[in-house]
């Protein structure tokens, strides 16, 4: 008996051939077990990526303050950056340019430290002399350091709000593009 079998035009068969080309190599590079981290094992610091290294040395917020932005606690920074829009007073603009510097000035303190210990973390590893003692005292002092970090941003939006006006805070928020997220009665600033 025959079978008719319907066998699929060229233009079909090279599209196939094609999509195999392309994603067979991802597939046999996944089943062999690829890490994500393959590339980074040349880096300064291996656990951190030159932009991170970066944002501790200069004090950046790199989202340490989430907890506070989006809950009604503007940063010093982005208050400076919408001064005009704020209607800020001069007496509010240099008290929050104060409050600015002095928290990049001991996040970047706290960064260096962070950075220093990172580096001798990798460096132990890589000359393989780390101890179970020096890895329990390096962990705990750099998970100390972030927490300082942390705590010194965070401080500082506090620091902020206490400044502005809770208009100048509501406009903060809308100008930012909070306002629609701000729908819990305990949010609100009435």
């Known amino acids: ?42 880096g300064a610091i291996k656990a951190l990526s030159p932009d991170a290294i970066e944002g501790y040395l200069e004090g950046r917020g790199m989202g340490y303050a989430m907890a506070a932005e989006l809950n009604q606690y503007p940063g010093p920074k982005h208050v400076l950056e919408l001064a005009p829009e704020l209607g800020l007073s001069q007496e509010q603009i240099e008290r929050t340019r104060e409050l600015f510097v002095a928290m990049q000035a001991e996040a970047s303190r706290l960064g260096k430290q962070r950075v220093a210990l990172e580096g001798e973390l990798d460096r132990q590893f890589a000359t393989a002399t780390i101890t179970d003692e020096t890895l329990v005292e390096l962990t705990t002092s ?13 401080g500082a939006h506090l620091a902020q709000k206490a400044l502005l006006t809770e208009h100048q805070v509501r ?4 100008l930012r593009g909070y ?12």
């Open 1 to 42: 008996m025959f079978t008719y079998r319907h066998r699929p035009d060229t233009g079909t068969r090279r599209r196939r051939l094609v999509t195999m080309a392309v994603f067979l190599p991802l597939c046999v590079s996944a089943l062999a077990g690829e890490s994500p981290y393959a590339g980074q094992e040349h």
């Open 142 to 154: 750099i998970a100390t350091l972030e927490g300082q970090i942390r705590a010194t941003h965070l």
């Open 171 to 174: 406009q903060y928020d809308q």
């Open 179 to 190: 306002s629609a997220h701000h729908t819990h009665p305990e949010h609100r600033m009435d």
